[in-house]
């Protein structure tokens, strides 16, 4: 069973910076691709960006390039995502997920191509 937690979201000002962290609890996620998503109160869940299992390999929604950068720690069992110049439309619960890959650079934006989630956290930036 892959559980996920996600940690570091908090409250901002416009501008300013935050860094989550996805851990995997049984130290196996290295075996697995991950993407970051986020979803607005009364809006529907939003792909934000997505890593490869090796980490060679990422995609980021225009809204975040430049802005936001996903990393991984395979030694530690764990994602991040820095996030940068945080914005108030940036406002949203993040959530991570998990995928065993087909290939090491393989990643997935779609909601359906994750089988693990993890609770989220809440990410809010004040204008």
């Known amino acids: 069973q892959v559980h996920l937690e996600e940690s570091g979201g908090g409250w901002v000002q416009a501008g300013g910076s935050l860094r989550l962290s996805c851990v995997e609890s049984?130290?196996?996620?290295?075996?697995?691709?991950v993407g970051w998503f986020r979803q607005a109160p009364g809006e529907e869940r939003e792909f934000v960006v997505a890593?490869?299992?090796?980490?060679?390999?990422?995609y980021y929604i225009d809204s975040v390039k430049d802005r936001f950068t996903i990393s991984r720690d395979n030694a530690k069992n764990t994602v991040y995502l820095q996030m940068n110049s945080l914005k108030p439309e940036d406002t949203a619960v993040y959530s991570c997920?998990?995928?065993?890959?087909?290939?090491?650079?393989?990643?997935?934006?779609?909601?359906?191509?994750?089988?693990?989630w993890g609770q989220g956290t809440q990410v809010t930036v004040s204008s």
């Open positions: 890593i490869s299992r090796g980490g060679g390999n990422s």
């Open positions: 049984g130290r196996t996620l290295s075996d697995y691709a």
């Open positions: 997920a998990a995928k065993r890959p087909y290939s090491v650079n393989t990643y997935y934006t779609q909601t359906y191509d994750y089988n693990y």
